[in-house]
């Protein structure tokens, strides 16, 4: 037996479609209960529960109990961007399992992406950081520089709250529709929250798009004017 990470056992787990698509449906930052996620993998409680039980002992789920609820989330960001690397991967690949229909140019425009922003404009507000100079470094390893420091700070955003969680202030995620990289990490997360929290922006229901207000969509354009 090879020794190393045991990535059969990782690949089975997300392999099988229940599965899958229970954790297509958390990628959205919600917490959802098992009688939901069953709905989303078209199987029934018992079944969805058994199968809810393996994805969390393999660390890609997490449980939280509110009352007598359960509630289940990705484990954390690290598993929001595998999912979205392996949809990136399929998709450049021809592996697509549905048609194009209505609710897929939204989605390829701007959709959430665990906690942050990801589509076309995901990768415009990447693109248009490294042009004005704030964000530098690898593809794989953004990093903030002081003038994008000041561009945070400008637009209202606690740059020091951020500095202060343990988790990374910028990261790399691979677009599964663009195919390109854009910006997450606890600085991702905190500019797609600035949109939402001034009402420029909305969760599309029962989608993963994001929806900007005609205000919103002038207020991204003057932020991040760089067209991907």
Known sequence: MSEGPDIARLAALIGDPARANMLLALMDGRALTATELAGAAGIGLPTASSHLAKLEEGGLLAQRKQGRHRYFTLADPAVGRMIEGLMGFAAARG???????????????????????????????LDSLRRLGAIVGEEEHPQLTPAGEALVCDNGIDLAGLKAQRRPLCRACLDWSERRIHLSGALGKALLDHFLAHGHARRAPGSRAIVFSPEGERRFAAMFPLSA
């Open 95 to 125: 592996h697509v399992r549905h048609k194009a229909g209505p609710k897929e140019p939204a989605l390829r425009k701007a959709r959430i992406c665990y906690d942050h922003l990801a589509g076309d404009y995901g990768v415009r507000m």
